[in-house]
């Protein structure tokens, strides 16, 4: 039977009548037309998926969408405020730290969860924390880069 | 990206012949004005529409000499140029250099281009995306068509100001007569109807390009335009494209290879609400208002399928023998052998791997009063389309396809597949249907880069010095087979075998087994010659180039004193080879723990030479990539199957290269700049695998001859 969840997605509360088991993945690009996040697996392991719930990093392709019921829920389009991107995101950018591009949104939500626990990371530390991730252009090296700097500019 | 299988069984062959020219100029599409890509707006003309036609020899890409200009390029009036290019973005970085060569030619910054990809209703036939192909193929046209209309532009201004055209400058889109210091910018010239009539003259082949010494726009490390668009989400994927109705396909699959369909009660999936259940043969497919709703619906009706299967062959077990087995082999050759104070043989082996692209393949399709829009992920929007024409026996001028920037490909994107079942839910629905694979189906639909058996023989006289070579590949193509070491006797061939699974391109395709089982073998004469290495190598290859970066890795490496320092923990080995008119080597460093059966690489350095670099910052990329991805087909990477099912459809059992695999990696890009620009996006995968299992070698002493190259195959020695 169909459920109705309320959500606040990237500040903004929606509410979505739904079957209950189906992926907040699927949600949010189809009913909320939010495709920045993508599907890799299905499976929770490439983290093609990512986006922020409550501030914590979820896989969203493996989230029913009723555990998302009164959470809020952070997207890579909201991670920008307006023209000003996130540090992150303008890390990314400089690092020139994406190929095709598609496992960026993931790689980007993955490092802003482990920037908020991890302000300062060691590598081991970013590996740890971006090894749920996959690129397979393989851009690991400039993507960790970015996640360093990214790092040095929230410091800041 | 890719290289296309070689060898002699035409049914292997992932190239298909190319669309047939179509001459779909109407005149209802003369003149009118469509807004592309990022905001860009562009007239389109009845010459432009001549861009719809091939363009060039064998996909070759647009060196046909009678192209005019203006099908690969129109100013637009605020003073930015758009170029057209039959090239598809998948994360290599065609949009980003067709760009820069557009703009050098022009004398304008990148930044003033426009590129418009992949589109079948503007673009040429370029061929599809493969093979590393487009800088060699496609950089130099698009310069030419761009001096062309430097040229015709300067012509133009120099006739209007009565003098001669050499005495003018051309600069950042503005010609400028400096005694008077008249000006005309190309934004001005874009208005002119004589302009527009020039435009129709054919591109010249003999155009004047920019000498790589005056390079100010290529050889930089400018940025992908649609950057912003990828770290912002706003950037639509194929798998991203959505329609007014839209409906979410799934397709009913086998569960095994070759099965097929006995009988299915659809009557639970047609009871379900909205949801359009189509049965054509053995294509049964479902549509609905969610992905949810259609997996409902297929899962309801497969719980009723029967199905018969077919025989399977063989299984990953037993893969090597079979295609050994089933070998055309040609006769052997003896001639050089009978001299030989040694011999040495030896088989090498690969697994089929998958190229799992982030993004699996897409596409949506949407028909429209008899035309049908198709979006896909595949790396050729002409190839979509001849398959769309044919599978619905319609008119070319009723098919238009399109590639947005996609997610992937190395090679496993050459079939429109999903293009092909959401075209025919939609057809059925009356609704625009969109399709994306699961990673499950990716891994066992979509086809593999092929397993090989390589078989290898070597005979050196008694001053160590290989006098006799003899190579056969089963079953993975001729790709790199010959050997660039000069030998006075030699035989290398390719040969077909019968392939249990669907085999296709690949990043660098067989170039990566050839090199690791030549690679690997020079290693093993070597220290049957009681030479280094590195030594060995160079004393037998003449070819420059090569000895280059090979030279050039190992002294970054310090090759000779590490080696010194090997123990059986910790191995260094280097391999070298050349493939697509470009050359690698590279050095690394592997520790290995016995006792557990861990193999880890610890060091790259990698030397890569590709000609003259057109974009440091993206070359660096794609050779770090090759880098990385190779360590997953050389440790790791491998499918499984038994009875016509693949066992490890899934990132859980399939194991792809991750952040902690990443090894401390030295990329030294050599220039070179007196040769044409080869491309880089696949060679620099070759050199890996081989130098691991050297590595392995030298701290082990237990030759590795199966890639992936299991650790635990050191446990049990």
Known sequence: MDVTVTLTVNGVERTVTTDPQRPLLDVLREDLHLTGTKYGCGEGRCGACTVLMDGKRVLSCVTPVSLADKKSITTIEGLAKGDALHPVQEAFLEEGAMQCGYCTPGMILSAVALLQTKPNPTDEEIIAGMNGNICRCNGYVKIMNAVRRAAGKMRR | ?717
């Not at chain 2, 047939?20 to 009845?46: M, Y």
């Not at chain 2, 008119?581 to 690489?601: F, H, L, Q, Y």
């Open chain 2, 1 to 717: 990206m890719t290289d296309n299988i070689t060898g002699n069984r035409p049914e292997s062959k992932s190239v298909k012949p190319f669309v047939t020219p179509s001459h779909e100029f109407t005149a209802s599409r003369r003149t009118f004005v469509q807004a592309l890509g990022a905001g860009l707006v562009i007239t389109v003309t009845d010459a432009l529409s001549w861009g719809q036609r091939r363009g060039g020899r064998g996909g070759g890409g647009g060196q046909g000499g009678a192209m005019p200009v203006v099908a690969r390029l129109h100013l637009n009036d605020d003073g930015t140029i758009a170029v057209m290019s039959g090239k598809v973005e998948e994360g290599q970085g065609a949009r980003t250099e067709l760009s820069q060569a557009a703009a050098e030619e022009l004398r304008v910054p990148f930044d003033r281009i426009r590129i418009v990809m992949a589109d079948t209703d503007f673009v040429p036939d370029d061929g599809i995306t493969a093979g590393s192909r487009t800088t060699p193929g496609n950089i130099p046209p698009m310069r030419q068509a761009a001096a062309t209309a430097r040229e015709l532009l300067t012509r133009f201004a120099a006739q209007q100001w009565q003098v001669d055209a050499g005495t003018l400058e051309v600069r950042d889109g503005t010609i400028t007569n400096k005694k008077t210091n008249q000006k005309l910018t190309y934004a001005d010239l874009a208005k002119s109807k004589e302009i527009a009539e020039a435009f129709k003259q054919p591109i010249e082949s003999n155009a004047a390009l920019t000498a790589v010494s005056d390079w100010k726009v290529m050889g930089t490390s400018a940025v992908r335009a649609n950057s912003r668009d990828l770290v912002t989400g706003a950037h639509r994927f194929p798998s991203d494209i959505t329609r007014p109705n839209m409906l979410y396909g799934r397709v009913l699959r086998p569960p095994s290879y070759g099965a097929k369909l006995e009988s299915i009660d659809l009557s639970e999936a047609k009871a379900m609400k909205d949801v359009v259940v189509v049965r054509e043969g053995e294509f049964v497919g479902f549509a609905a208002p969610t992905l949810f709703q259609a997996t409902a619906a297929l899962e309801a009706a497969a719980k009723t399928v029967s199905w018969k299967p077919a025989p399977a062959p063989t299984s990953s077990k037993t893969v090597h023998a079979y295609l050994k087995e089933h070998a055309r082999m040609g006769s052997s050759s003896e001639k050089g052998f009978a001299e030989a104070a040694k011999t040495l043989s030896a088989t090498y082996t690969l697994a089929y791997i998958q190229h799992t692209p982030m993004e699996p393949r897409a596409a949506v399709a949407e028909w429209d009063d008899g035309k049908l829009t198709v979006w896909a992920g595949c790396d050729g929007p002409y190839r979509v389309k001849g398959d769309l024409v044919r599978l619905f026996s319609i008119p070319a001028e009723r098919v238009h396809a399109i590639i947005p920037d996609m997610g992937g490909g190395f090679g496993g994107k050459h079939n429109p597949d999903a293009a092909l079942e959401a075209a025919r839910l939609a057809k059925a629905a009356g609704k625009p249907v969109w399709v994306r694979w699961t990673r499950a189906e990716e891994f066992t639909w979509a086809y593999f880069r092929p397993a090989a058996v390589i078989e290898c023989r070597g005979g050196l006289n008694a001053k160590g010095s290989l006098v006799a070579w003899d190579f056969v590949n089963i079953n993975a193509g001729g790709a790199a087979v010959d050997t660039p070491y000069s030998i006075p006797n030699k035989r290398a061939q390719s040969v077909g075998s019968d392939s249990p699974l669907a085999q296709g391109a690949y990043r660098c395709l067989a170039a990566t087994g050839n090199n690791f089982a030549r690679e690997s073998f020079m290693d093993e004469l070597a220290a049957a010659a009681g030479v280094d290495p590195l030594e060995f190598r160079l004393a037998h290859l003449e070819n420059q180039r090569i000895r280059t970066v090979l030279e050039t890795a190992a002294k970054h490496f310090n090759w000779f004193e590490r080696r010194k320092k090997v123990t059986p923990e910790l191995g260094v080995g280097l391999a070298c080879g050349t493939e697509k008119n470009s050359v690698v080597a590279a050095c690394v460093e592997v520790g290995i723990d016995r006792k557990k059966g861990e193999i880890k690489v610890r060091e790259v350095c990698e030397a890569f030479e590709c000609g003259p670099i057109q974009n440091p910052a993206n070359l660096t990329s794609q050779v770090q990539g090759c880098i990385v991805m190779g360590l997953g087909g050389a440790l790791t990477e491998e499918i499984q199957f038994e009875n016509g099912k693949i066992l490890n459809a899934s990132f859980r059992d399939y194991r792809v290269p991750r952040f902690r695999d990443v090894p401390k990696i030295d990329v030294h890009l050599v220039p070179k700049n007196d040769i044409p620009s080869a491309g880089g996006g696949e060679t620099p995968i070759i050199a890996l695998a081989p130098a691991i299992g050297n590595a392995i070698f030298a701290a082990t002493g237990v030759r590795l001859r199966a890639m992936p190259m299991r650790g635990d195959a050191l446990k049990q020695v």
